[in-house]
């Protein structure tokens, strides 16, 4: 349960009267533990961690922030966040979520395409975040390829290492990193903010079947890489492709950036999870390889 003492923190730094309060655990989440807090005025999603996590609710919060300032699919507003003794907290607006059906899927193509739309000024982001509970680095790049190679690819493959998977992945790592090029040559990506980690435990539509994301790793890259990790673990219908590709056209290119978008993502599974995603990894690095002939 909230403890009484963070509770009060909260009252103080929202300066909300929260003596009425009624919370209740939510469950659902990967990594935190979640509150629904309901008084007659509001309605908040309360996140709960280690005080080591502060930052990564910041980062949250900021990539939150900077989708909310673009205008283009709803999320939830940012209430308040910090850290309290040994907890980290983020408090949010609770948005009533119901899958993403019928109408819903395609107007979240049409959003996410809008964003999409919207140019950055560089590939990176202005501080660091965390993929899962990985770090996650955006060290700004004007060049995309570099950008994957480095901050992307190299640094999960570099995790990867450290957790003592050697040989045969960073062998075939190595190899990918510098054919990454050949991926490019008929194509430019453009920086757009991204979603960043737009799978479909990510992405509801509200009670009104508006689009709502939340849980963002936010960063400006290619946005096929939203758009693979889409299709990653499923969640997302025909509509919802045929509405984006309608606002904002996916190069053909796609079919084939899409495993090396998604290899970071497995990657990063294999980090956070273990073993049973080696065998993936490899095998993606092994198709890559193979259509570079
Ligand atoms: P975690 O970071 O622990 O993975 P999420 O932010 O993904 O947590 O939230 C867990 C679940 O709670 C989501 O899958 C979603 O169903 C629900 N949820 C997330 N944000 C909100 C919100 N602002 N309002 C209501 N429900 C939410």
Known sequence: ???????????????????QAQIHPISGGDINAAYRLRTPQHQWFIKIN????????????????????QNCIRVPAVIAQG???????????????????????????????????????????????????????????????????QQRLGKQLQIA??????????????RLIIAVPLFFSDYTPQPSLLHGD??????????????VIYDPACYYGDRETDLAMTEL?????????????????LDTGYKTRKTLYNLYHILNHLNLFGTGYLQQ?????????????
Not at 161 to 172: C, E, M, P, R, S
Not at 234 to 247: I, P, S
């Open 50 to 69: 280690r005080a080591a996590l502060a930052d990564m609710f910041a980062a949250e919060a900021q990539g939150l922030q900077e989708l909310a300032v």
């Open 198 to 211: 737009l799978w479909g435990g990510n992405a509801s539509a509200d009670t009104d079947g508006q689009p």
């Open 83 to 149: 850290q309290f003794g040994s907890q980290a907290f983020l408090v949010l607006e609770f948005i009533g979520l119901q899958g993403l059906r019928g109408e819903s899927s395609s107007r979240m193509g049409q959003q996410l395409a809008q964003l999409h739309r919207i140019p950055q000024p560089y590939f990176g982001w202005y501080r660091d975040n965390t993929i899962g509970s990985t770090p996650q680095s955006n060290q700004r790049h004007h060049d995309w390829v570099s950008f994957w190679q």
């Open 1 to 19: 349960m909230l403890e009484p003492e963070l509770l009060q923190h909260i009252t103080k730094l929202t300066q909300t009267d929260l003596s």
């Open 161 to 174: 290492a450290d957790n003592g998977y050697h040989g045969q992945l960073q062998k075939l790592g190595e």
């Open 281 to 293: 990894a490899q095998q993606m690095i092994n198709q890559l390889l193979s259509e570079l002939g």
């Open 233 to 249: 673990f499923g969640g997302f219908n025909a509509d919802f492709y045929a509405a984006y590709n309608a606002v904002y056209a």
